[in-house]
Antibody, heavy 116, light 108 residues
Framework: EVQLVESGGGLVKPGGSLRVSCAAS????????MNWVRQAPGKGLEWVSS????????YYADSVKGRFTISRDNAKNSLYLQMNSLRAEDTAVYYC?????????WGQGTLVTVSS | EIVMTQSPATLSVSPGERATLSCRAS??????LAWYQQKPGQTPRLLIY???TRATGIPARFSGSGSGTEFTLTISSLQSEDFAVYYC??????????FGGGTKVEIK
């Protein structure tokens, strides 16, 4: 069974930094591109970033480009999102997600709150 | 970027009735379209992938149709547990993965 478990969310002040992590199991992590998707309170789903299986290709939404960095450690079956220069509008649940032809697998999400 | 547009934003339906949700893509996504259900405080749940294939464990009352730019999710007879927000998502041309804005199915 595919499992994606996020951690590292919390309360951070505007301008601060936070790193969220995702531990993957139940599939060959190193064979899949991975994604971060977020959902602000009461809002819809927004794709944030993607990383290819070998980290060769990395993409970001314009809203986070230059502030967020996605990375992965295939030896540890882990995905990361380093978030710098955080803004109030970055407040959201951040989901780790695996996209495949049979749809997306989601973690349970981790809440990041940016507030003074 | 492919823009996904869902309609209506809110659908009021009585239990036992049929619900029809629409999703339109700004350009063809072939059949690379998924539908998700989300209840308050929960993670999105995959219902349909490939535009019309039910995911494992999804009841037969959920069906998906369409290809190209026009898609439909039909819930044949609404049960109490089906009242939720539904999102469509294209994965034909990504990144970015793009989602519709959602349709809230509420009790009439």
């Amino acid at each position: 069974e595919v499992q994606l478990v996020e951690s590292g969310g919390g309360l951070v002040k505007p301008g601060g930094s936070l790193r969220v992590s995702c531990a993957a199991s139940g599939f060959t992590f190193s064979s899949y591109s991975m994604n971060w998707v977020r959902q602000a309170p009461g809002k819809g789903l927004e794709w944030v970033s993607s990383i290819s299986s070998s980290s060769s290709y990395i993409y970001y939404a314009d809203s986070v480009k230059g502030r967020f960095t996605i990375s992965r450690d295939n030896a540890k079956n882990s995905l990361y999102l380093q978030m710098n220069s955080l803004r109030a509008e970055d407040t959201a649940v951040y989901y780790c997600a695996r996209m495949q032809v049979r749809g997306m697998n989601w973690g349970q999400g981790t809440l990041v709150t940016v507030s003074s | 970027e492919i823009v996904m547009t869902q309609s209506p934003a809110t659908l009021s339906v009585s239990p036992g009735e049929r619900a029809t949700l629409s999703c339109r893509a700004s350009q063809s996504v072939s059949s690379n379209l998924a539908w998700y259900q989300q209840k308050p405080g929960q993670t999105p749940r995959l219902l349909i992938y490939g535009a019309s294939t039910r995911a494992t464990g999804i009841p037969a009352r959920f069906s998906g149709s369409g290809s190209g730019t026009e898609f439909t999710l039909t819930i044949s007879s609404l049960q109490s547990e089906d009242f939720a927000v539904y999102y469509c998502q294209q994965y034909n041309n990504w990144p970015p993965l793009t989602f519709g804005g959602g349709t809230k199915v509420e009790i009439k």
